[in-house]
Each structure stands twice: as structure tokens, then as C-alpha cells.
């Protein structure tokens, strides 16, 4: 695995993207971060660290507003607007590019999917509604991202429990008892380490049937 940090002028701003690449890599997965916080986030890492082992270039997306060091995450348009003008530099390499992001970020990924022609989209901690007011349901752009989808969800996540989610075309795995950063108590009967597994590897499992 290489890795090289790209910078990427958008009319948002400038953007950020960290690329973890794979020999000989059949397939592009690039993630973005949510609101909250950036690329640290430990999903995000944790698929970095694994996928390109298994032949999958990871490219993890950092927003103009991040890059800028403001607080506050734009407005969705402006996000939507910074990731379109990503995504020539994301497709360079030559791969199908599978779009996605934690939170934030996969709402991102779902309302330009179809748009962009992305080979599928990741849907990390998608909040479904904010906390305590699921009658605010953003299931629409979920269902409507027009692309295999692969969402993977916290138990205990406030933004939306796997039960809460709609049917439809998705796939939707859960992640016992993480919250919407997939952290897990301490007295849960499995470890941090454990969990961050379980997501890679259903990731993984889901691009691999993907690319077949």
C-alpha cells in the first residue's frame, strides 16, 4: 500500500484527498467524513488500514470546509457541490469508484450517486433523522440513491437504529451495540477492535460482490 495526500481546488474551496492504494486495484472506495469531525474518524481509519489488502484503493475524502479549519459543516448544497467537483480526480485512476461517506457524508454520497455514476455507495452511521425526532426522515435520500448500497449501522446510534430503516434495494448491516461513531461500551460482549472488524469486513465482502 502507498499513500499520498491530494489537494483538490473545488468552488467550495479547497479539498483534501488522502489516498491508501492498492497493487493492483480493481476498484476506488472513497469516503468522506461526517459533520462532527474529519478522516480520523475510527471507521474510516479502520478501512484504510484493511481494504487495500484486499485490492481495494481506499481515497478518504476530506471537505473544503474541514480543510479550512471552520467548525461547522457547509450547507448540504455546498458539500453536494464540493464532492461533484471531486469526483474527476476520485475516477483518475481509471476504476470504478464506489462513493461513500460516514454520516454527513453518506447523505452526500446518496444524493449525487446517480448523478455521478458512482459503482455503488457506502452509507457509514447514515442519520436517518436527528435525534428524538424520527418524523424528520431523510429515508428519501437513501431510497433514492439509484445505486447498490451498503449501509452499515450502529445499535445504539441515535440518528437511527437498524430497525428504523425503511426496505428497499440497500443492504444494511448491524453493528452491535456502536453508537453513531461505532464506539461500544466497555462492558459490551465484544471489544472496539471487534466491532471496527465487523465493519471492514462486511465492507469488504459487499465491494468483492460488487466487482464480480
Request: overall charge negative; some cysteine.
Amino acid at each position: 500500500m502507498t499513500t499520498r495526500t491530494e489537494s483538490v481546488e473545488t468552488p467550495a474551496g479547497e479539498a483534501h484527498i488522502t489516498w491508501h492504494t492498492a497493487p493492483g486495484a480493481e476498484l476506488v472506495l472513497a469516503v468522506s467524513h461526517g459533520a462532527g469531525g474529519g478522516i480520523e474518524a475510527r471507521d474510516l481509519q479502520a478501512l484504510a488500514a484493511a481494504l487495500p489488502a484486499r485490492g481495494i484503493t481506499v481515497a478518504l475524502v476530506e471537505q473544503p470546509w474541514r480543510v479550512a479549519g471552520k467548525k461547522v459543516a457547509a450547507a448540504p448544497r455546498v458539500l453536494d457541490e464540493g464532492w461533484r467537483a471531486l469526483w474527476p480526480a476520485l475516477a483518475a485512476p481509471g476504476l470504478p469508484v464506489v462513493a461513500g461517506g460516514r454520516s454527513a457524508g453518506a447523505r452526500v454520497a446518496c444524493r449525487t450517486a446517480a448523478e455521478l455514476d458512482a459503482a455503488g455507495v457506502l452509507a457509514l452511521a447514515f442519520p436517518l433523522h436527528p435525534p428524538g425526532r424520527p418524523e424528520s426522515s431523510r429515508a428519501g435520500e437513501l431510497t433514492g440513491a439509484g445505486r447498490p448500497t451498503l449501509v452499515v449501522q450502529g445499535a445504539r446510534d441515535p440518528f437511527g437504529r437498524p430497525e428504523e430503516f425503511p426496505g428497499g434495494a440497500h443492504t444494511l448491516v448491524e453493528i452491535p451495540y456502536g453508537d453513531h461513531g461505532f464506539a461500544v461500551p466497555k462492558k459490551a460482549e465484544l471489544t472496539q477492535e471487534e466491532a471496527l472488524a465487523m465493519i471492514t469486513e462486511a465492507v469488504a465482502g459487499w465491494l468483492t460482490g460488487l466487482e464480480a
